[in-house]
């Protein structure tokens, strides 16, 4: 059974920074993609970033140059770095993973939001 669990939330100031983790377990890929993704109250979910098995990342607009998304293979352990943040920022954060034969098949999971497993969240806060 897929379980993916986050940490690393909280308050944080406009312009601070925060480092969310997510560690997962339960499974075995050939190949797989992840990501994160955050939901304000009364918005829609939206992706954040994403990151393939070869280390291939994305961004959202919103995010990019702030934001960094990383993984650590041997620790199942996907990371995002968020800095110099926003009170437009503030939402559930959540990490999602699916699995694919290849890594060039991310991409298209990234754009169609594609993925099976998500994690339970974590709330970051920014405000003064």
């Known amino acids: 059974q897929v379980k993916l669990v986050e940490s690393g939330g909280g308050s944080v100031q406009p312009g601070g920074s925060r480092r969310l983790s997510c560690t997962g377990s339960?499974?075995?890929?050939?190949?797989?993609?992840m990501a994160w993704f955050r939901q304000a109250p009364g918005k829609e979910r939206e992706g954040v970033a994403s990151?393939?098995?070869?280390?291939?990342?994305d961004y959202a607009d919103s995010v990019m140059g702030r934001f960094t998304i990383s993984e650590d293979n041997s620790k199942n352990t996907l990371y995002l770095q968020m800095n110099d943040l926003k009170p437009e920022d503030t939402a559930m954060y959540y990490c999602?993973?699916?699995?694919?034969?290849?890594?060039?098949?991310?991409?298209?999971?990234?754009?169609?939001?594609?993925?099976?497993?998500y994690g339970q969240g974590t709330q970051v806060t920014v405000s003064s």
């Open positions: 999602a993973i699916e699995g694919v034969p290849a890594a060039k098949y991310c991409s298209t999971v990234w754009s169609r939001g594609e993925y099976n497993h």
């Open positions: 339960g499974y075995r890929y050939i190949s797989h993609c």
């Open positions: 990151i393939d098995s070869d280390g291939r990342t």
